[in-house]
């Protein structure tokens, strides 16, 4: 079972560039009323774009539209769907904090109910966007150890072929 947790700051875990983020809208009807039918709006945060998951995406307002039925009072109704974190060209901080997402629940009769969740993208861990390529002087401390270690080896054998 995975841990939700709701808005993560930037003391949490932050997404990297990239990576799938997984949200799980949890719908409720908490009064003694069965709702035939509600409307799910998610609005994405501009850093994201949808993955996969039920409904209806939107590319133009990067919103996800679905409707949930037979939500009977009393019950909770959970839906999961995936999004992706833009590249790194999409973030102009190394740590971009309060990326927001916004759910909106609308009723039959106009009732609605909204919630936010938030996240954080690092775009850079330790101050590093690339890996440093090595080189030859990166390796240039290991002539030494490779000369001594031929010279111990010639000395072996030698050694070996000397006794009868």
Known sequence: M???IENLTSNDTAYSPNDTVEYDIAVSSTS?????EVIVSDTLPSYLTFDGGPGTYN???NILTFT???LNAGTTV????TAKVKSSTAFSQDLTCNVVNYVKVTGPDGQT???TA???????VLGVTTLPVAGFEDYAFMIPFAVLAIVGSGMFMALKKARP
Do not use: G, M, P
Not at 118 to 124: A, D, I, K, P
């Open 113 to 115: 109910d909204d919630d």
């Open 59 to 61: 590319k133009e307002t």
């Open 32 to 36: 003694n009323v069965n709702y035939s």
């Open 78 to 81: 959970r839906t999961r769907f």
């Open 68 to 70: 949930l039925t037979n």
């Open 2 to 4: 995975n841990l939700f």
């Open 118 to 124: 938030s996240l954080c993208v690092q775009t850079r």
